[in-house]
């Protein structure tokens, strides 16, 4: 029997959408005010999703107050209350969409849960735009 837990977070930062491939005025064109050069911000929200079956045990796919711990330490901690761009060695390369932002958040997660458990994550970016990602 698979049973999915999780717990939801979210953390407030600034970012631009921006490719550093093309000119100013090709990023405005495609990002719109997402490429504001001065940067905007978003209050984030994060689904993290554990499935896996129940230990025999406990009853617990795995302990929620964990989850919220491993959480903290691994994604909001960096993050939060941060320029996404420039205040964080993960974007510095790397164009922080939504898309970007859950993969990373998935990769920064996967290394510290035990195989079994099936890892998924959803990142609302504003109150009607989400994005999932599950490895
Ligand atoms: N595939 C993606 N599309 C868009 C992303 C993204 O990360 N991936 N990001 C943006 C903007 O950064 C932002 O999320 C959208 O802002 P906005 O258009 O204001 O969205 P709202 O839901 O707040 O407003 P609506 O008027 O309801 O659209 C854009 N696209």
Same mark, same amino acid.
Do not use: C, E
């Given at each position: 029997m698979n049973v999915t837990v999780g717990r939801v977070e979210s953390f407030n930062a600034a970012h631009r959408l921006y490719n %550093? =491939?093309?000119s100013d005025e090709q990023n405005v064109a495609f990002f719109g005010p997402c490429s504001n050069a001065n940067y905007h911000g978003h209050n984030y929200v994060l689904t993290v999703r554990l499935t896996g079956a129940p230990d025999? =045990?406990?009853? #617990?796919? #795995? *302990?929620l107050k964990d989850l919220s711990r491993l959480i903290k330490r691994e994604i909001l901690d960096t993050f *939060?209350?941060? $320029?996404l761009n420039l205040d964080t060695e993960d974007f510095r390369?790397? $164009? %922080?969409?939504a898309e970007n932002i859950a993969r990373v958040c998935w990769q920064r997660l996967r290394p510290h849960l035990a195989p079994h458990l099936a890892l998924s994550v959803t990142l609302h970016e504003t109150d009607r735009n989400f994005v999932e990602y599950h490895g």
């Open positions: %550093p =491939a093309w025999a =045990a406990t009853g #617990y796919v #795995y *302990d *939060d209350h941060r $320029n390369q790397l $164009n %922080p969409t």
